[in-house]
């Protein structure tokens, strides 16, 4: 299961945030220093119409860290440290930047979809509770199946909205299907290696042996060693290896 939460650095409370790093032993002048960091700032909106400049009253800002400060992504790893606690006795948690995975397992189908509401249900607690919200819209669950096991039926909602089920979801920049067979990955792998070979034949005639290196490392290597000990043993990667022998010139340069 999936869940992604709205907007994570605008949506840090500064009170919470210096609470939780009091708990996290970070107090003192340390603590005093991001107090002084966050708080006491002030943002307003002005709009220009022709040469006339209109703006709104100035109002203090309870929430968020500045946009593209080094220390923004830290205070949010302090804010969400205790989520993975929240539901640890149901599911094991898999945290990623702003998007939260959990692996939920069951034998029994009917525990198994009450599991994953009851998980549902008090994620949407943790997240109220620090004012933070759930993207329900990519908010999804994904079952991980044999060959030989057919899909469960499940109905995952909360407040009447319907989490859905997908067959294969994006995660650290692997798309992961439900068979775990790594056709979805290779399947978008593929029309990018056929892009990155039409710059390199294009930028062949152009360029020197070292610099069209460069540029395979730039374009191609790094989309085909991305994730590779994954889906390198995929029977699907048999795909990748047709790709790169109709191009064998352009990716033996």
């Known amino acids: 299961m999936n869940e992604n939460i709205k907007s994570f650095t605008k949506r840090i409370n500064h009170n919470i945030l210096l609470l939780k790093m009091e708990f996290y032993d970070i107090v003192g002048k340390a603590n005093t220093l991001i107090k002084s960091y966050l708080q006491n700032r002030y943002q307003r909106v ?9 703006c709104s009253e100035w109002e203090l800002i309870t929430d968020g860290v500045p946009q593209g400060s080094i220390l923004g992504p830290l205070f949010f790893l302090l804010y969400i ?3 993975p606690k929240a539901i640890s006795d149901l599911s094991t948690p898999i945290l990623f930047t702003d998007d939260t995975s959990r692996i939920i397992s069951n034998p029994n189908s009917s525990q198994f979809e009450k599991d ?5 249900h008090t994620l949407h607690k943790w997240f109220h509770n620090n004012l933070l919200f759930l993207n329900f819209e990519k908010t999804q669950f994904l079952q991980f199946l044999t060959k030989n096991i057919n899909a469960t039926k499940l109905h995952v909602i909360y407040n009447n909205i319907h989490i859905s089920n997908t067959e294969h979801s994006k995660f650290g920049g692997l798309m992961i299907n439900s068979g ?16 990155a070979t039409y710059v390199i034949r294009s930028l062949k005639q152009l360029l020197n042996l070292e610099t069209l290196k460069k540029a395979y490392f730039s374009f191609a290597h790094s989309i085909l060693s991305y994730g590779i000990i994954f889906w390198g043993i995929s029977n699907y990667s048999k795909n990748i290896q047709n790709t790169k022998k109709n191009n064998k010139d352009y990716y033996e340069c």
């Open 180 to 195: 775990l067979s790594w056709k979805s990955h290779i399947d978008l792998l593929i029309p990018k290696l056929n892009t």
């Open 81 to 83: 440290n205790d989520l």
């Open 46 to 54: 002005q709009i220009k119409k022709d040469t006339i400049y209109y």
């Open 116 to 120: 994953i509401n009851t998980v549902i």
